[in-house]
Nanobody, 123 residues
Framework: QVQLVESGGGLVQAGGSLKLSCTSS????????MGWFRQGPGKEREYVAG????????HYGDSVRGRFAISRDNVKNTVYLQMNRLKTENTDVYYC????????????????WGQGTQVTVPS
């Protein structure tokens, strides 16, 4: 069974940085888009960033554009989310997701999800 495992979350002061990683155990990783989402208690899941299969096309949610960067390493089956200039409102559980196609835009479909990693930026 294919699994996505996130890591890299933690507690960081406002203005600091974190880098999340998500490693896939599947063979199709290099053929599909990958995305990062966030969700908190009682809130809807929110698209954060996406990257296409080859890594040449990226998308970002409005609230993180210019501060976060998504990248991938298809040799390591890993997608990353570099989070810079973090704000209190970035506190949430972050999930990576595997797309069903080669794209990973906000309108793309995602079919496999990781267990999430907590990011906390205290006020």
């Amino acid at each position: 069974q294919v699994q996505l495992v996130e890591s890299g979350g933690g507690l960081v002061q406002a203005g600091g940085s974190l880098k999340l990683s998500c490693t896939s155990s599947g063979l199709a990783f290099s053929s599909v888009g990958m995305g990062w989402f966030r969700q908190g208690p009682g809130k809807e899941r929110e698209y954060v960033a996406g990257i296409n299969w080859a890594g040449g096309i990226t998308h970002y949610g409005d609230s993180v554009r210019g501060r976060f960067a998504i990248s991938r390493d298809n040799v390591k089956n890993t997608v990353y989310l570099q989070m810079n200039r973090l704000k209190t409102e970035n506190t949430d559980v972050y999930y990576c997701a595997e797309g069903k196609t080669i794209t990973a835009s906000p309108k793309s479909e995602f079919g496999l999800w990781g267990q999430g990693t907590q990011v906390t930026v205290p006020s």
